[in-house]
């Protein structure tokens, strides 16, 4: 079991800022680089579930690893979301990431298809095999997958892949989370997948997280985990309860996440920008309930 934090405590899951015609906003990347490296960010995660990774192409990917990396330079850790459904493509764009210089890869369980436990630890172990020098992190999300990657297969993973180094762990279930750190070897990291469930994580083995809500208060998510692990476990619980209503408002039950998060930047004049289809952007009333965050927050004037 180890608390180790091989990226840092605080990953931010980032945005892709879009066009109003859908183009990636290159400046808008720079400027939420800079953004997110000035405001409690430890690294940065590109292309995945919150970049829209679905609707980017393998060409987009690759010129967004480039400018975060290049953008990011050694102020910060830089995640490529590499992984697919598709072992051989993810081999091939992870090779590709690797080749860029991104400091770790990420690996999502894959969507649709829902493998065996055994079919996915093949599929995580060809991947990571095709790029020896290069940290893996393993990406459990069920809800997004349809398929759980089970405790047994993550620790099978971690203590015989040796740059299998990490898991995002986002099943919400804290058993599970608890079994991975107590089952993987001491230089393995657990990280919380969920906002809300950041503080919990870190009681039952983990070191940190990989956030949507760190484009907006990342500053005092990064507050939390050093409180965390000073001992103040007081200071640590008022923080979290304090960023709940940010939890809240960025998953809202009546649309996917970023929606509402793009909403929230563009009130603040942060590169969002919009969403690409099949997403569509926030409605009157969920975009209410961000600015009523926002103004509770202290983030947005009435």
Do not use: W
Not at 86 to 113: F, H, K, M
Not at 123 to 139: D, E, Q, S
Not at 172 to 194: H, K, M, P, R, T
Request: contains cysteine; charged residues 15%.
């Amino acid at each position: 079991m180890s608390a180790s934090a091989p990226f840092g405590q605080v990953l931010t899951a980032m945005v892709t800022p879009f066009t109003a015609n859908g183009e990636i906003d290159e400046a808008g990347v720079i400027a939420l680089v800079e953004h997110l490296l000035a405001n409690g960010s430890d690294g940065i995660v590109v292309c995945g579930t919150t970049g829209e990774s679905p609707t980017l192409s393998h060409e987009e990917k690759l010129r967004l690893f480039t400018l975060v990396k290049r953008c990011a330079g050694g102020r910060g850790f830089v995640i490529a979301g590499t992984g697919s459904n598709d072992t051989a493509a993810s081999v091939a764009l992870t090779r590709e990431a690797a080749e860029i210089g991104v400091d770790a890869a990420l690996l999502v369980v894959p969507p649709y298809n829902k493998p065996s436990q055994e079919g996915l630890y093949q599929h995580f172990a060809a991947i990571a095999n095709a790029v020896p020098k290069m940290n893996c992190i393993l990406y459990n999300v069920p809800p997004r997958t349809a398929q759980n990657l089970e405790a047994s297969t993550c620790i099978r993973l971690a203590n015989s892949i040796s740059n299998i180094v990490a898991v995002k762990e986002a099943s919400g279930n804290l058993v599970q989370c608890a079994e991975i750190a107590a089952g993987v070897n001491s230089n393995f990291a657990l990280y919380s997948g969920d906002d809300g469930l950041a503080l919990p994580m870190l009681a039952v083995g983990g070191c940190g997280v990989v956030s949507v809500t760190s484009h907006l208060v990342g500053t005092k998510l990064k507050a939390m985990h050093t409180a965390f692990f000073k001992g103040d476990l007081n200071a640590a619980a008022r923080l979290n309860a304090e960023m709940l209503p940010v939890v809240r408002a960025c998953f809202q039950p009546t649309t996917p996440s970023p929606v509402p998060l793009k909403a929230a930047l563009n009130m603040l004049g942060l590169p969002g920008g919009t969403v690409r289809l099949p997403l569509v952007s926030a409605t009157d009333a969920e975009s209410e309930k961000v600015r009523q965050m926002l103004i509770q927050q202290g983030l947005l004037s009435q």
